[in-house]
């Protein structure tokens, strides 16, 4: 009698192992995954991008999460409103990006590090 060989079935990547070992890498993953969650609900629903705003903000300093700045100059930090800005860039010796908010007329500078 010969004996057939007989194929083993390819072995898969499970998605759900790579989140764990994300999971395990990250410190305070699910806070992360939160703010993220918060950031694109503020952006499609500008209505309510105000709430959003300011959950993001009060969760972050609650959990001791330092937020990136890309999330946090896309909202006004007086009124928490994320839709009426006016943007103008400035170039002196240093470049400066200026934002005013319609809603309570604030302006902040930022430095462009290009």
Do not use: W
């Not at 500078?109 to 290009?114: C, E, F, G, R, T």
């Amino acid at each position: 009698m010969s004996k057939a060989k007989v194929k083993k079935a390819p072995k898969t990547r499970i998605a759900s192992k790579r989140v764990v070992e994300l999971q395990a890498n990250i410190p305070q993953y699910e806070i992360l995954l939160h703010l993220d969650q918060l950031h694109k609900l503020a952006l499609l629903f500008p209505e309510n991008s105000q709430y959003y705003n300011k959950q993001i903000v009060e969760l972050s300093q609650n959990a001791q999460v330092r937020l990136d700045p890309s999330i946090k100059h896309t909202f006004c930090k007086k009124c928490y409103n994320g839709i009426h800005k006016q943007l103008r860039i400035i170039q002196n010796k240093l470049q400066y990006q200026c934002d005013k908010c319609n809603h309570c007329q604030i302006i902040k500078s930022i430095q462009n590090l290009q």
